[in-house]
């Protein structure tokens, strides 16, 4: 069996920054557990395989794809999804509905339609076949989990009770796989972050999270926030799902106004940075000014292609 791959690096337009991904394509006779190994010999933080299917089936639901770490499948993951978008959209345009690819995706479908990049954006590379492409995802609304206890999350992740954002508790939220958001004061305490991941990794399952994603201001026009989510072993330079839940959450606790949209950085302590568009919008009754919900959670980024190659499997 050969199957074709792409790598792409997602949430820039330079090659060798934002956060690569793995793109496996012609993946209807895999396994699972081959899935699985392919992941682990990419060793990225995800590899996506896509599966096409007869194309009324897409028109109506989607490209299928499954989305994989190093140790397990995943439900929704947000450079995943940019990413694969995109290898959809420059490489296989039957995939596309004009300007607008769908993901079958574990979570449900997910659009992601394609434009221009907002100006300063950095996107540009002089090669056709790395043109860099912008994408904006949209993901599901979010649900919103349980308050944290500060001094509980601050112990976990090298941080103090000082640094945290006032009024804006830190919360568990999903837009399709769960986060613990933390807002800070300022961006410079996440220098100071660091997530005790032996006892934090325990402390989050039991609250149905998976990961911390702690943001703060910057202070500046643009990026107007930095954002920092550690794991196990590592750091990832963007987070695209952890993103639409933080702004989610911003807008929610009315520390971003809706509709407004922000440039967020990840990914500059490990030199892989990375740049997140995020809007969202509140929901209100008819009638009343309380915001009874967050709806419209809007991530975008560039995605560029940087290697394409061929497996060969037995």
Not at 49 to 64: I, K, N, S, T, Y
Request: glycine share 10%.
């Amino acid at each position: 069996m050969e199957l074709d791959y792409f790598i792409v690096d997602v949430f820039t337009g330079t090659p060798l920054a934002g956060n690569p991904l793995a793109v496996v394509m012609n993946t209807a006779g895999l396994a699972t557990e081959q899935m699985q190994a392919i992941a682990r010999e990419f060793n990225l933080s995800e590899t996506t395989f896509v599966e096409r299917r007869p194309a009324d089936l897409e028109r109506a639901e989607g490209v299928r794809v499954r989305i994989f770490t190093t140790q397990e499948e995943l439900p929704f993951a947000g450079h995943p999804t940019l990413g694969t978008a995109s290898v959809l959209k420059l490489h296989f345009p039957d995939a596309a509905q004009g300007d607008i690819v769908r993901l079958a995706l574990n979570v449900g479908t997910v659009p992601v339609q394609f434009g221009a990049a907002p100006s300063g954006s950095g996107q540009s590379v002089q090669q056709p076949a790395h043109t860099a492409l912008f994408g904006e995802m949209t993901q599901r609304d979010p649900e919103f989990g349980a308050d944290l206890d500060p001094h509980e999350v601050v112990r976990l992740t090298g941080l103090t009770v000082e640094d945290l954002a006032p009024g804006v508790p830190p919360q568990i939220v999903s837009t399709g796989t769960a986060f613990a958001i933390v807002a800070l004061r300022s961006h410079d305490a996440l220098a100071r972050f660091k997530v005790c991941m032996q006892e934090a990794t325990p402390w989050l399952r039991e609250r149905g999270a998976r990961w911390f994603y702690a943001l703060g201001p910057t202070g500046a026009t643009e990026p107007a926030w930095r954002s920092r989510m550690q794991f196990e072993g590592g750091e990832d330079p963007a987070t695209g799902s952890a993103a639409g839940c933080a702004i989610a959450y911003l807008v929610r606790h009315n520390v971003v106004p809706p509709g407004q949209p922000i440039l967020l950085r990840q990914g500059v302590e490990i030199g892989r940075p990375s740049d997140l568009y995020l809007s969202a919008r509140t929901v209100s009754k008819a009638g009343q000014e309380k915001i009874v919900g967050v709806t419209n959670i809007r991530v975008a980024g560039s995605t560029v292609l940087v290697a394409k190659g061929r497996l060969f499997l037995p």
